[in-house]
DNA sequence: AACGTCACG
DNA sequence: ACGTACGTGACGTTA
């Protein structure tokens, strides 16, 4: 089947102009829009492999659009000159590359667009469309693909009629429909007021299109959104109208006029030299042999076959700098190795490896590289290259040294560790983003980097940290991110529709009892209604209105029976969509849910969990925890095993402040929220009520944040003075603990950091400001972070012991997720006593402490049981 | 993109 | 006389 390729010029000059830096030449000309465009061109041409090609640009003149319709784009700013300037140079690449460029006086490109793909769709050529708009997607039918960018331009998405019935629920057909009625700011389409994405995609789903909704007005629930749609039943016809790609443009189009044919490879290396785009030069698609005439100032070398890739494994010895790049766009699991950029000797290279023919022999030498320990690795960010080798069947030895993490213990508060970044603050070097992979490794910044980082490590005395926990454990966190965590999709189906008829039912009522339908879940329609239309009092406000947050209604609940529903309606809409939608959205193709776990992120140490974040599923409350039901072990006999660390930060705080009094209670078993209740209240054990248990666990928790009456009499109900009480007898009856919190804070104002048992370190700047807030948070956090970041040191120790322990026993239970305190564990049957016993031992042993730590462990078919 | 909100430890 | 717990990530709304 014939292939056509068609870019949607304008859209795409524009992403890529908004994606990319403001790139320039030496002589100043902007350079970033025609990059990115190019860039994309080059990649779609690649893999889509076209017969036929064409681009379509906008015209400056007004668009049948405009003449009846004259808001239309109203309000769209003016193209910034930067990119105004790129559009001839983008053409002109255009015209080297052969490719066709159609543009006509008063119509958009989307409609030339349409009415070419409709042609060539309806004479049975495979279509795809590429374009940064949505709008786009109406478009898509069998054999017309849409193909939006993501994510700047690197990064597509293809849509299939298929492919959107199924994410959208609606037909290409209905898209115009949905836009019709939500309308479109950019366009300054007016659509339907009140009527969103939400309600406009629902309708058109169940109804089918416009006109149908507002034949079927009368079946409408919801009296405003029913007046709306009546009182601006023209509006909503006639912003379809406007969204509507048409398909008839007036055009002389001959299919011979697309047909793909090759560049002029001496003139498409010139305009790339001309404009400064190196990096463009070796993704140029094949076009003769006379690369060496064309000076250029590259200085690595190129491996893309087999042979090359053999000398080049041959010839390392020692030690070798590595960056690289992933593809793939989908889930977790599709990602492969693209390129990978290597510096070794003195030399760069890039290896092209996705390029390489017969995998087999390509592999072979890859695995010799990887899995050669004598050849030390420098890598940037290991832990995805460590998975896509790991599924490659690679296990890597000698990976020595990371650049990311070595920044991130070095100071943990920045937002970003990107290798340009790195370089910049440690070398002062500016790269640009832009292929600073490579250009990292040829200019050796790589290797310099390395010994800047290696040596500030040395001097922090934060080897152990780096070489003996954080290394060793991005083998663990990949192994667990490839593992992922089974699900039971027919469950969350389940709860699902058990969820939304509880939304909707509660829905209904807060319209009733407010005699009004309004959005719940906009806190600014949900102020005004509490507050204006209720005359509930204000107890709380925020920068830009009425404050409604749980805590505000929690006190409104007895002045109106509304309140009581929305927090209800807040709760189950928040489980509904990040714990019911949200998870469903990332199951991968393995019917598992792959999360990533992040080890540069938080200040403190921990991990943190993303896409999605597991460390946040539900346990609370009844309702929220039913989510954890969902997940289930790999097999049928398989087991979940969670093991948590008891009172971990509590017992670090004892262990530092080497408190004999809390270090006993620990050691005798005694619950520790009974023990300081016993002590701040004064009444023997026997006679702790569990309302002083509580209000002692609140003062515990206090002293770990770095404690406040205030804060504590907030928490607690009761007033500034009582709570000053309790932790004057708290600090009496542990007076060390009193002693190491002020010495903390002491010397993270005299040394601008805190450390944790394992030398991690947090630097302090709040701690010196002369506002007294900022600094009353510097002392707070002088306070926690040893204490919240000592745990977290020693649950990554344990993660790194239970891993180490499985493999050597050849376990094939494996951890699948952290949560902080706790391990999950997908467990064998055959395996489980031993893993049990092994988990608890490395966990409980991870390190030894003045007081002893404490495991449970528990266990079940779904996680939900596992506690 | 910022804000408010809320899920977890 | 101030304003206040520590650490995260995701979602929906609004500007």
Known sequence: MKKVLILDGNSLAFRAFYALPLLTTSEGKYTNALYGFTNMLFKMKEEINPDYIFAAFDRKALTFRHLEYKDYKAGRKKMPSELAEQFPRIKQMLSIMNIKIYEIEGYEADDIIGTIADKCGASGMEVYV?????????????????????????????????????????????????????????????????????????????????????????????????????????????SKHLATIVKDVPIEFNIEDIKVSEADAKELKKFIIQYQMKSLLNKLPECGEDTEEIKTDINYEKIDSNEKLKSFVDSIKDISFISYELKGTERFSTKVIDNLYVLTGGKSYVIEYSKIENEVESLDLLKKYFEKDEIKKVVHDCKNLITVLSKMNIEVKGMIFDTAISAYLLDSAKQNYSLPKLVNDYLCEDVDEVDSDIKIIENSFMSRLYETLKSKIEEQQMEKLLYEVEMPLCFVLSAMESAGFNVNRNKLDELEVKFREEIDKTQRIIYELCDEEFNINSPKQLGKILFEKLDLPIIKKTKTGYSTNAEVLEKLADKHPVIEKIIYFRQITKIYSTYVEGLKQVIDKDGKIHSSFNQTVTTTGRLSSTDPNLQNIPIKYEMGREIRKVFIPNNEDDIILSADYSQIELRVLAHMAGDENMINAFAHHTDIHTKTASEVFNVPIEEVTSLLRSRAKAVNFGIVYGISDFSLSQDLHITRKEAKQYMDAYFERYPKVKEYLDKTIVDAKKDGYALTILNRKRYIPEISASNKIVKALGERLAMNAPIQGSAADIIKLAMIHVYDE??????????????????????????????????????????????????????????????
């Open 130 to 238: 590429v374009t940064g708009d949505r709008d786009a997607l109406q478009l898509a039918s069998d054999n017309i693909n849409v193909v939006i960018t993501k994510k700047g331009v690197s990064e597509t998405e293809s849509y299939t009629k298929e492919r959107m019935m199924e994410e959208f629920k609606v037909t290409p057909q209905q898209f115009i429909d949905v836009k019709g009625l939500m309308g479109d700011k950019s366009d300054n389409i007016p659509g339907v007021p009140g009527v969103g994405e939400k309600t406009a995609f629902k309708l058109i789903a169940e109804y089918g299109s416009i006109e149908n909704v507002l034949e079927n007005i009368d079946k409408i629930s919801g009296k405003k959104l029913k007046e709306n749609l009546e009182a601006f039943k023209e509006q909503a016809v006639h």
């Open 806 to 867: 499985l493999k050597k026993n050849k376990f094939k239970s494996e951890i699948i997720l952290q949560v902080h305190d706790e391990l999950i564990l997908n467990v064998k049957q055959n395996e489980f006593e031993q893993v049990k016993l092994l988990v608890k031992t490395e966990m409980e042993n991870a390190l030894k402490l003045h007081v002893g730590l404490d495991v449970d462990i528990n266990t079940g078919n779904t996680w939900y049981e596992a506690k």
